[in-house]
Every structure is written in C-alpha cells, then in structure tokens.
C-alpha cells in the first residue's frame, strides 16, 4: 500500500496533470508579433488603483477577474473593488473577467455548485447594468477537476490557470496558462527571462497577479516591480492587450458566449 506521503505526491501530480489532459478546446497561436496580457485575479482595489493606473500611464489595458460576491470586502490581498471601481476599469479600457460569484476552489468545490456560481456571477453583472458581458474565465486557488473544466468551458471564449509558461504553438482554451508575478517578484531576471522566451516563439505570455502595493500581500508585487516587469514587455515588441482582445485577434473558434442555463 501507498504511504501518506507517497499519496500526497501522486495526488498532487495527479491534480496538476489531469486537467490538462482532457476535454481541451485547441487553438494554433500564430501572431504576427508576441502578445503579452497583463490580469489580476480577485481585483482588489490596488489592482486598478495601482497596476491600472500603471498601465494606462503606458497607454495600455488589462484583464480582471473578478468575484462579485466579495465586493468591497477584504481579503488575504486587501479590500476588493467597490461598484465605483468597475465602472472606473470600464471607463479607463480595461476587461472585467469572470473568476466565479464567492471565490469558489476550483478543485475542492462540486462542479455543479462551481457551475451555479458562475450564473451568479453573470447575473450579478447583469444586474448593475454596466454594458459588459463576462466573456473570459480564471480558475480561483488552483486547476479544476476535470470535469469541472467541462462544465466551465462553454460559458467563456477562454478559462486561464497557472503553471508559470508562456501559451505558444497549440494551447487549450480551456486551461489557458499563466506566470504569477508574485512568485518572481524578488527575481525580476526570471521575469525577463520569460518575456524574452515569449519574443522568441511568437507566443502569448499571460501574466497574473493580486494586489499592487507599497507592502505587498505575499499574492501581489509593488508598483515599482510592476512597472519594471511592463517597461520590459514594451521593450520586448510584444503587443499588450487584454484576453478577450487577443482572442479576438487570434480569431478564436466558439466566439458566441453560451446562455445556457446552469444544470445545478
């Protein structure tokens, strides 16, 4: 028999693998020039007082992810957004995401109550009127069951994780990766180190972070980091969109965003 211990490592292994294994939406990444998207999950309220205000200094726009359950609460990354600052993000060109209603775990939640709070997302947005659709996706606190990722996809033209690699070559949609600025935020060469290997294969680097503040949440970096890690990515020739735009310019298959009804 397995030890604990050897359990836990092949679960984990498990955990990280599988969902990249199965029920994945292809796509050929072939830009004319690398992309670069810059998002921010859970978005408090540094994220756009901040890092959007870092961006737009660039004349550039990122992506948010965002859970309208836990509107002007705290948390572990500071206070999150209020109404007032998502129609701020709108107004400035930003992307507001979907990254489910309550902060749902993405591996420990039943996939029918994930799938039911990501309705309660969408009406939520509905509900305030501000002109949008949620049309992109972010797992919170890890990958997702497999099953799960079934259930998510048709609500989004594209559901992002982890996994700190550039998106080059054939990708899947459905589990889009991501490099965490927080985990390389004491090493600003590993960051461009991966800018550099995304200029060379012509790929989409998506990069995703917390907070951005003075004193940082150990999910977030500093203003200054921040800005030292977009002033390299501009340099790099990259183009520097949002998801939901480089979807589109990557002329993504599936672009009509599914109505239907949870099955919760």
């Given amino acids: 028999m397995f030890s604990r211990s050897a359990w836990s490592v092949v679960h984990g292994y498990y955990k990280r693998t ?30 756009l007082t901040a890092g959007g205000a870092i961006l737009n200094r660039y004349c550039l726009s990122g992506t948010y992810y965002t859970c309208l359950g836990l509107l002007g609460k705290d948390s572990p990354s500071g206070p999150i957004c209020d109404r007032e600052d998502l129609r701020g993000l709108l107004t400035n060109g930003h992307e ?6 309550s902060h749902c775990h993405s591996w420990e939640t039943d996939g029918a109550a ?38 998510v996809a048709p609500y989004f033209l594209s559901c992002r994780g982890g996994g700190q690699r550039i998106n080059a070559g054939t990708v899947d949609l459905n589990l889009l990766s ?21 200029r060379v294969a012509r790929g989409w680097l998506i990069f995703a972070t917390h907070d951005v503040s003075h004193i940082p949440s150990p999910f977030g970096c500093t203003p200054g980091f921040f800005e030292n890690v977009v002033t390299y990515a501009i340099d790099s020739g990259a183009r520097i969109i949002p998801v939901v735009k480089a979807l589109e ?16």
């Avoid at 998207?37 to 540094?46: A, C, H, I």
């Avoid at 509905?126 to 990958?143: D, M, Q, V």
């Fill in 178 to 198: 991501a490099y965490f600025l927080e985990k390389s935020r004491d090493r600003i060469q590993s960051v461009r180190d991966v800018i550099d290997e995304n």
């Fill in 249 to 264: 310019m990557l002329c993504a298959p599936g672009a009509a965003i599914s109505t239907r009804p949870s099955t919760a």
């Fill in 114 to 151: 994930f799938e039911k709070s990501l309705m309660q997302n969408r009406l939520a947005v509905a509900e305030l009127e501000l002109g949008t659709a949620l049309k992109s996706f972010s797992y919170p606190i890890c990958e997702p069951r497999p099953m799960t990722k079934h259930r």
């Fill in 96 to 101: 507001l995401a979907c990254h489910t209603f």
């Fill in 18 to 47: 599988a969902p990249r294994l199965v029920f994945r939406r292809p796509l050929v990444i072939e830009p004319e020039l690398p992309l670069i998207s810059f998002t921010f999950d859970d978005f408090p309220r540094t994220a």
